[in-house]
């Protein structure tokens, strides 16, 4: 594939490069997990495959060569040439056809799965664009025009439902789709759950109540480091000065201003700011997908409930990986 | 020491309130042994200055599974000797070209330039962690007359290599960022090696000891790397 417009912001990622947070190298990977997931599944590949993450305007690519693709995540009105693409389901692309992700119409983030995998080097076991340090995914940075991408290697599974639906066109999406059941995209304001630290009680009460009435404004200069969200300041009763510590995805950071930050993929690996909160697992899918200008409302959830509603969710997305399996094993009428 | 959740898959170990050289030995000896030894479904542990962080899979294990399996850790790993940690040389090349703030800043400190180096490469500095960014090191041992303010304004890129200095700290530049440290040399060494391995030159409980070259070395040095 050839990128011909970039789009805003279009990195490969993977599910992630975990395991070298203490040599200072943030986890990075797809903001939205579930989305790049679902789509690398929809065409045959492990969850772990690279996809290209595009934010808020995607990519337009030319497909150089018969492709199965899948696109997940935010509703983006993309087309192939010039005809509607449709999102949450495997589409067979044939070479010459050039693919505009377009905008978000919903949403933020588009995952791009092709099937193969985008094949670029492996750099500590995963494929994921590392921006802050430039290495990893397309020679450390974002995707330019000009770009080519290569693909791995398709499964047998993959390959037999590319042919069966290239008997229908030069463009043919299969009968079957991601139920919205189990992937939707979530509008403003956005309800996110999160489990509160010590350093919560900390807070003036009046800032404590704040925090969960009122709405936060996802601001503009949010990135892939983190969400920054505008409301009314929160205060410390008494702000003791805080040693650097380790943070994780989905920490709400409090810096001196009283503006919180969600810290995601590429985050920093240690933050000296007190956490107040840290988003459930389950809702950092939701945040990831939070365009700017979004209202974001906090509520909280017990631990208990948090682990539960993730397992919950798993054991969804197993299911629906078994009919997936079978749906690519079913040849077409 | 205290253990609690830090979101729901995560933990965290606090060793003490102040940071000093044993707590960071026993959280390394500990990090170590997760590492070696890993719960199931363990992730990855980030060591700091006086707590640790564990992640973990929520596919895999709870809060109370990994919580019960570090605490079993802790009590067996009191008897575990922390790794010595290996001494590092870093040459640094003070040249003006290289020290952009070195006049101005001894003037400051009211020392003359060569005394900035003379206590700049005096100490042996300990790594007390990495992090900020990939395989920045947080170096402890700064003599006191260094002490300095980071800039009101950072700059908005520093060359890789860089040394700095800004409050208690002293540290280098991995690669290029912004950054609001006082610069004060270059090293030559790539501290961030993304396809070494380990890709961080540095280790969390290492020691360092700068000296001083020229910048013919210097460039000798780098060209010799490359």
Known sequence: MEVQDAGLLTTVQDLGRWGMQHLGISPTGAMDTCAATLANWLVGNDATAAVLEMTLMGATLQVETDTLMALCGGKFAATVNGQPLPLYRPVFVSAGSRVACGRAELGARLYLAVSGGIDVPEVMNSRSTNLTARFGGMAGRALQRGDRLSIGERTPQAQKLMNALKRRGKVAAAPFFISPSLYSVPRSPLVVRVLLTEQFGQLKPESQTQFFQQPFTVSAHSNRMGYRLSGKPLEFQHYEEQLSAGTVNGAVQLPPDGQPIILLSDRQTVGGYPIIAVVASVDLQKVAQANVHSQIYFQAIALQDAQELYRAWHRAMRLCKAYLDWKLNTLLP | ?226
């Open chain 2, 1 to 226: 020491m205290k253990i609690c959740s830090f979101g729901d898959a995560a933990l965290v170990i606090e060793f003490g309130k102040e940071t000093s050289p044993e707590i960071r030995q026993r959280i390394r000896a500990v990090m170590a042994q997760l590492q070696t030894s890993p719960f199931k479904g363990f992730i990855e542990a980030i060591p700091a200055l006086t707590k640790l962080t564990v992640l973990y899979d929520l596919q895999q294990t709870t809060y109370l599974e990994a919580e019960m399996h570090v605490s079993k850790l802790l009590n067996m790993s009191s008897a575990a000797k922390p790794h010595a940690g290996r001494t590092i040389e870093i040459p640094v090349c003070y040249a003006e070209a290289f020290a952009p703030d070195l006049n101005v800043l001894a003037a400051y400190l009211k020392l003359s330039v060569q005394e900035v180096i003379d206590l700049h490469t005096q100490p042996l500095y300990e790594v007390a962690m990495i992090g900020f960014v990939p395989a920045f090191p947080y170096l402890i041992g700064l003599p006191e007359k260094l002490y300095a303010p980071r800039h009101a304004t950072p700059r908005l890129a520093v060359p890789a290599g860089s040394v700095g200095v800004a409050g208690k700290q002293t540290g280098i530049y991995p690669f290029e960022t912004p950054g609001g440290w006082q610069l004060i040399g270059r090293t030559p060494v790539k501290l961030f090696r993304p396809n070494a391995e380990p890709p961080s030159v540095l280790q969390s409980g290492d020691w360092v000891k700068f000296y001083p070259i020229s910048e013919r070395e210097f460039f000798e040095y780098a060209q010799k790397a490359a």
